[in-house]
Every structure is written in structure tokens, then in C-alpha cells.
């Protein structure tokens, strides 16, 4: 590899994120792959942006007490702690789903779970947390998900390539057995033909996978797309509710925000995000918000 000294100029946001000689895109006439370079380069930017607020919240003094290994201690310090001190918001949106064994998240995860247990324990229920917690239930379920095929933080790295895409060999921790797999995290034809970024494999409805696999990451920003997903701080705008068991798409629910976004490309086909939207908002006594056709 020549030396720094002997390399182009490149309008890149840090020298550090010149990860390969691919991401050089000055001079390519294809506009495609020219947008495809362009957008990833800028999304590690924005990841690795996030990736130093987190450190920057966890390591924050102002929050440490309820940042513990220890989840009696956590507990303790919770109490002691004022709530607007605590800024949730901040935690769920601080938390890596592509980096779920960091200390960073594991310490954000154990700090939120400590204050909703304590609040159960005191009978205490604060509705204004609702928008927090359902934001936390969609980032646990993408890394539950992540924890039943296999996938550790270096399989979810920002050039990472789907392992159901990959002729071999794997590490040995991947789960590939489909049939062991739950259903709802089996990989459809495209999945095992078109190479992608795993965090599309997290999710258990397998149209939207193929959604986003036809669709191409280089044709939309996908940490947008998890952000729309997830919610936004505390705004109460989140794309899915998550009910049940992650695996499970009959556990998802899907909001008409997200539904009547741009985003609503997505799920077009999704017929079983569609029913079991549909049931959990009868459940709760308001209308389908999809066609009656699909029952």
C-alpha cells in the first residue's frame, strides 16, 4: 500500500475512516456505485459519531451511579438518583445494537432495566417513560435476535456481510441450521443469494428482509431506517412495538406513522406484519389499521 504521503486527496470526514482503497469513489463514472461509496462512507461517520457519544454518556460522572456491573447496586443508586438526572432518551438512544457485548451497551441496558424493575417493585409506573421503554423493547429485540443466530459485535461491524450469503467456512458460535432456527429468522432465497449487512437478518418478518435487500443499501441510509424504526428521544413516534418473543413476528406490530412514511415501502407484502399488527390493535380496542381482506 503506498504511504499517506502518496495518496490522493479525499474529501473523507476523518483519515480515520479510510478503512480500504473501494472507498475511493473520485473519478468512478458509475453513478450507482459512486452513491453506494458516498453513503458509506457517511454512515461510519454517523456511526462512529454515536459510537463516542455512548462512550461519552457511560464514562459521563453525572450518570455513573446507575452505570454498574452490579445490578443490586444498580438498583441502589437508581433510587438515589433524580429522574431528570437519569435522561432515558439519551440511554435508548445511546445504545449500539450493532455492538451488543460492549460495556458501553451492556451498562446503558443494565442501567435502564434497574430503574423499570424498581419502578415495579415501588408500584410506581410513569407513563412518561412509555416512549423510553418501548424504544428499549425494539433495541433488545434486534439483539436477542443477534444472540440466537450467532452474531457477536465482529459479526456486526459496519462492512460486515451476512453469513447466510457466504459459502463458508463460519465461525464456529453462527448458527446456520435454518431448521433450528425460529421460523420467523429463517433466511428466504434472497437472503442466501444477495450479499448484505446482517442487521437486516435480525429482523423476523422475512418480506421486509427482501424489501431491503431489493431495494440495496446504497439506495438508502439504513441507520435512518433503524432510528425510524426504533423512535426518536422522547417522542412517541416508534415504527414497531415489539409484544413478544423477538423471534416472533407475530409479536411485532407495526405503527401508522411508520406505515404512512417514506418508509412505508419497507413492509409492502409484509402480510404478517399486516395480521398481527392488526390483532394487537384489536386487542387494545382500535380499529385494523390494515385491510379486513386479510382475515
Known amino acids: 500500500m503506498s504511504q499517506p504521503s502518496s495518496q490522493p486527496s479525499h474529501p473523507y470526514p476523518s483519515p480515520l ?11 468512478m463514472a458509475n453513478a450507482r456505485e459512486r452513491r453506494k461509496i458516498q453513503n458509506r462512507i457517511n454512515q461510519r461517520a454517523r456511526r462512529s459519531r454515536r459510537r463516542k457519544e455512548a462512550d461519552a454518556f457511560t464514562n459521563d460522572s453525572n450518570y455513573a451511579p446507575v452505570i454498574r456491573t452490579d445490578s443490586s447496586l444498580a438498583l441502589v443508586n437508581v433510587q438515589a438518583t433524580p429522574a431528570q438526572q437519569i435522561g432515558f432518551e439519551k440511554i435508548t438512544d445511546a445504545i449500539n445494537i450493532r455492538d451488543p457485548q460492549s460495556w458501553a451497551t451492556h451498562s446503558l441496558i443494565l442501567a435502564f432495566e434497574a430503574f423499570i424493575y424498581h419502578s415495579w417493585l415501588t408500584s410506581a409506573p410513569r407513563p412518561a417513560l412509555l416512549p423510553d421503554l418501548v424504544q428499549f423493547n425494539f433495541a433488545r429485540a434486534l439483539m436477542e435476535n443477534a444472540r440466537v443466530l450467532g452474531l457477536t459485535s465482529s459479526h456486526l461491524h459496519d462492512d460486515a456481510i451476512s453469513y447466510f450469503s457466504v459459502a463458508g467456512p463460519w465461525p464456529p458460535s453462527i448458527n446456520l441450521e435454518t431448521t433450528a432456527l425460529p421460523a420467523g429468522l429463517r433466511p428466504t432465497d434472497l437472503q442466501r443469494r444477495a450479499p ?14 427482501d424489501n431491503l435487500i431489493r431495494r440495496g443499501e446504497e439506495c ?20 414497531f412495538l415489539v409484544w413478544g418473543d423477538s423471534w416472533d413476528s407475530s409479536s411485532w406490530e ?5 406505515a404512512r412514511s417514506s418508509w412505508g415501502w419497507t413492509i409492502s407484502g409484509c402480510w404478517e406484519l399486516f395480521r398481527s399488527t392488526n390483532k394487537w390493535r384489536a386487542q387494545r380496542g382500535e380499529p385494523p389499521l390494515f385491510s379486513s381482506l386479510l382475515t
Do not use: K, Y
Open 196 to 209: 448484505h449487512h446482517p442487521w437486516f437478518d435480525l429482523i423476523p418478518i422475512s418480506q421486509m428482509r
Open 254 to 258: 407495526v405503527t401508522e406513522g411508520f
Open 17 to 27: 475512516l479510510r478503512w480500504s482503497l473501494g472507498d475511493d469513489w473520485q473519478g
Open 220 to 239: 438508502f441510509n439504513d441507520e435512518h431506517l433503524c432510528c425510524a424504526m426504533r423512535g426518536h428521544g422522547d417522542r412517541s413516534d416508534a415504527g
